[in-house]
């Protein structure tokens, strides 16, 4: 990947960090836009560079248009274009259907479905110039199978599956794929937050036995983005260990 540039959505921690990483390993150069403090979003920038390769850190909330279209600018300006988009920044808010505010459905959908589609929009017209691009959005199985508490998060990643095979039929005659990675129950901070109890029955039904790694789900995000993965657009790609088989 040497000389592409990505540009990686909630990359300061999680499965957005070892996404970040692994692009980076692979010869990308990469900016880190995140919404949470700079100061650990340049933390995984500098993890970055330290593998020879360059880096910015972007503090930028996805939801708000403007953001999203100045920390664009930042990327361009520091980093001369984005080649690779990996949408991957997302938020839960667990709650049976029951006792979700309004305001809870909304936050969640704001984040994991609009600020993906912001993203998309404020590069599109780039990648359609370049008659390049690869865009990896990060679903869920929850989106493709539901989740008892997750009415919002649910929701909001089946809109990204529906964003993904739109995008995929509007950009694939411009040489630009877009795809999506479905991941089950991975160990991140986020998974770190939810209910212990359900986490380690559920660990119990996974196929392969345990839960996963971000590194699993980046390793299936460098093939999406990689040269070898040209013909392959509108795709969902399940990293959960054969938890949801359809
Ligand atoms: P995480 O909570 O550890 O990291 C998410 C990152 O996104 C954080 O750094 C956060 O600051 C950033 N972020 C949140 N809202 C933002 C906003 N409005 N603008 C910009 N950045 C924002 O989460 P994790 O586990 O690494 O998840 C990453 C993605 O993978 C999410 O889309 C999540 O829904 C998805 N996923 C995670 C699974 C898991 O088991 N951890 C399973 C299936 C999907």
Same mark, same amino acid.
């Given at each position: /990947? *040497?000389?592409?540039? $990505? @540009?990686?959505?909630?990359?300061?921690? #999680?499965?957005?960090?070892?996404?970040?990483? &692994?692009?980076?390993?692979?010869? $990308?150069?990469? =900016?880190?836009?995140?919404? #949470?403090? @700079?100061?650990?979003?340049?933390?995984t920038?500098?993890?970055?560079?330290?593998?020879?390769?360059?880096a910015?850190?972007?503090?930028?909330?996805?939801?708000?248009?403007?953001?999203?279209? =100045?920390?664009? &600018?930042?990327?361009?300006?520091?980093?001369?274009?984005?080649?690779?988009? +990996?949408? *991957?920044? %997302?938020?839960?808010?667990?709650?049976?259907? @029951?006792?979700?505010?309004?305001?809870?459905?909304?936050?969640?959908?704001? +984040?994991?479905?609009?600020?993906?589609?912001?993203?998309?929009?404020?590069? !599109?017209?780039?990648?359609?110039?370049?008659?390049?691009?690869?865009?990896?959005?990060?679903?869920?199985?929850?989106?493709?199978? #539901? *989740?008892?508490?997750?009415?919002?998060?649910?929701?909001?990643? $089946?809109?990204?599956?529906?964003?993904?095979?739109?995008?995929?039929?509007?950009?694939?005659?411009?040489?630009?794929?877009? *795809?999506?990675?479905?991941?089950?129950?991975?160990?991140?901070? /986020?998974?770190?937050?939810?209910?212990?109890?359900?986490?380690?029955?559920?660990?119990?039904?996974?196929p +392969? %036995?345990?839960?996963?790694?971000?590194?699993?789900?980046?390793? $299936?995000?460098?093939?999406?983005?990689?040269?070898?993965? #040209? !013909?392959?657009?509108?795709?969902? @790609?399940?990293?959960?260990g054969?938890?949801?088989?359809?």
């Amino acid at each position: /990947m *040497n000389g592409r540039v $990505a @540009l990686v959505t909630g990359g300061a921690r #999680g499965i957005g960090r070892a996404i970040a990483l &692994k692009l980076a390993s692979l010869g $990308a150069d990469v =900016a880190v836009l995140d919404a #949470g403090a @700079l100061e650990t979003t340049e933390q995984t920038a500098a993890e970055i560079r330290a593998l020879g390769v360059k880096a910015c850190a972007v503090r930028c909330d996805i939801t708000d248009a403007d953001q999203v279209a =100045a920390a664009v &600018k930042q990327v361009k300006d520091e980093l001369g274009g984005v080649d690779i988009l +990996v949408n *991957n920044a %997302g938020i839960t808010r667990d709650k049976l259907a @029951l006792r979700m505010s309004p305001e809870d459905f909304d936050a969640v959908i704001n +984040v994991n479905l609009k600020g993906t589609f912001l993203m998309i929009r404020a590069l !599109y017209a780039d990648f359609m110039r370049k008659r390049y691009g690869r865009i990896v959005n990060i679903a869920s199985i929850a989106g493709l199978m #539901g *989740n008892a508490g997750q009415a919002n998060y649910a929701a909001s990643k $089946a809109g990204v599956v529906g964003l993904t095979k739109t995008i995929a039929r509007e950009l694939a005659s411009r040489g630009v794929t877009c *795809n999506a990675v479905a991941p089950g129950f991975i160990e991140t901070p /986020m998974t770190a937050n939810m209910n212990q109890d359900a986490l380690e029955a559920a660990s119990k039904t996974i196929p +392969v %036995g345990r839960m996963g790694k971000p590194e699993d789900v980046a390793a $299936a995000v460098a093939f999406l983005v990689g040269d070898d993965a #040209g !013909y392959i657009t509108g795709a969902v @790609l399940n990293v959960d260990g054969g938890f949801f088989m359809r």
